[in-house]
């Protein structure tokens, strides 16, 4: 990628006359795209907003990447619908010199090498004057979905109560990272009824087993004794939810420095939804949490690319092996533990919350307020 970066020129020394030609070959390949008298508007407002690429030697752009730098009301309208994204409201944007709210990347062209200059944009938005705003940004399709989590963004976003989740977003303002929920606590019947939780009661591992049901020993004929293999009981199970309804699932066992990732399961009619992978994402954030920094976890040799999506890689030395009827393959991921990693340093309460639960109060804590006013009364 280094190599690849020094051949390529970047700059946000916006040329008029080389937009229409750049945004038409861009429309090409992305569809519906602003004017260039849109655009010329908001790089001349602020020239941070429009980097043109270009192979190291070549003397027109061929390449670019663009990005709304939001204020505040800018933000919130993006999330409402109401900022205009073809021509986008002037009172909504910032100038060079102000602090945005959010960054937006709006559109990029960076065909074959030139994605290499991605990094240097990202690279000016990680300055001081940029760092405390959150990098937002859309994909409608499988491929962006992929490169959006290669690059570190997180899938949906809360506002006022909703998960949006046609939107990706690196939360890096204090108050976004605050109110953030944990990606395996999100789910709430009454006020965020589709979601992931982390399975507490025997309902949810009744849910649990449905789906496994359906998807294993349903559709792909797996014995009884080998998908409910005498682990549930020592694992940590998740589930998700579309309205209330139980859609997906997935498990993990916890060992000494490692934790093991299994039976992914989505029935078949929410296959074309995100379940899967944020299934997955959720996995991996509540071992972080947990404090791991080594996941394990057995693929099937054809779904393998899926895995390698999140940063798996094959185990060094691992040789392919089968049960039930398929091939897997050994994978691991190296992952640094969450800044809040349960630890000894950990208040006590919050290491008797409901697993899962770690973010809030948990039912022991409020027995202890029961006690601290009973010995109040008493005095």
């Not at 602020?46 to 009301?73: K, Q, T, Y």
Request: glycine share 6%; aromatic share 10%.
């Amino acid at each position: 990628m280094r190599r690849a970066a020094a051949l390529v020129t970047v700059t946000n020394r916006l040329e008029p006359m080389e937009v229409p030609r750049l945004l038409e070959s861009a429309g090409k390949v992305i569809g519906q795209l602003a004017t260039p008298e849109t655009v010329i508007r908001i790089g001349e407002k602020n020239p941070d907003s429009i980097w043109l690429f270009s192979r190291r030697g070549r003397s027109r752009a061929e390449g670019f990447m663009s990005a709304l730098l939001l204020n505040e009301s800018g933000r919130s309208a993006l999330f409402d619908g109401d900022l205009n994204l073809l021509d986008p409201q002037d009172e909504y944007l910032v100038c060079q010199h102000e602090r945005p709210a959010a960054i937006y990347v709006w559109a990029s062209f960076t065909p074959g090498v030139l994605a290499a200059g991605i990094n240097r944009v990202m690279d000016r938005f990680d300055s001081p004057h940029y760092a405390d705003a959150d990098v937002i940004s859309t994909s409608f399709t499988i491929r962006g979905h992929r490169a959006m989590v290669r690059r570190g963004f997180e899938h949906g976003v809360w506002h006022e109560g909703q998960l949006l989740d046609r939107f990706y977003m690196i939360p890096r303002r204090p108050e976004t990272l605050a109110a953030r929920l944990p990606r395996y606590a999100t789910h709430d019947p009454e006020l965020r009824p589709t979601g992931i939780r982390v399975v507490n009661g025997f309902d949810d591992m009744m849910r649990v087993a449905a789906v496994r049901s359906a998807v294993y020993i349903g559709e792909q004929a797996c014995p009884y004794e080998e998908e409910f293999d005498g682990n549930d009981l020592a694992a940590t199970h998740l589930l998700a939810l579309i309205d209330n309804e139980p859609v997906g699932c997935m498990r993990v066992r916890f060992f000494a420095d490692f934790a093991k990732m299994e039976r992914l399961a989505v029935r078949k009619q929410y296959r074309r939804s995100r379940t899967a992978f944020e299934l997955v994402r959720a996995c991996v954030a509540l071992c972080r949490e947990k404090g791991y920094r080594h996941i394990y976890g057995h693929a099937r040799q054809d779904y393998l690319p899926f895995w390698q999506s999140f940063g798996f890689k094959l185990k060094e030395n691992g040789a392919p092996f089968e049960f039930s009827d398929h091939i897997f393959v050994e994978m691991v991921e190296e992952v640094e533990p969450s800044p809040t990693a349960l630890s000894l340093k950990d208040d006590p309460y919050r290491l008797i919350r409901p697993e899962g639960a770690w973010h809030k109060r948990g039912p022991l804590e409020l027995s202890s307020a029961r006690q601290t006013a009973l010995h109040a009364a008493q005095l």
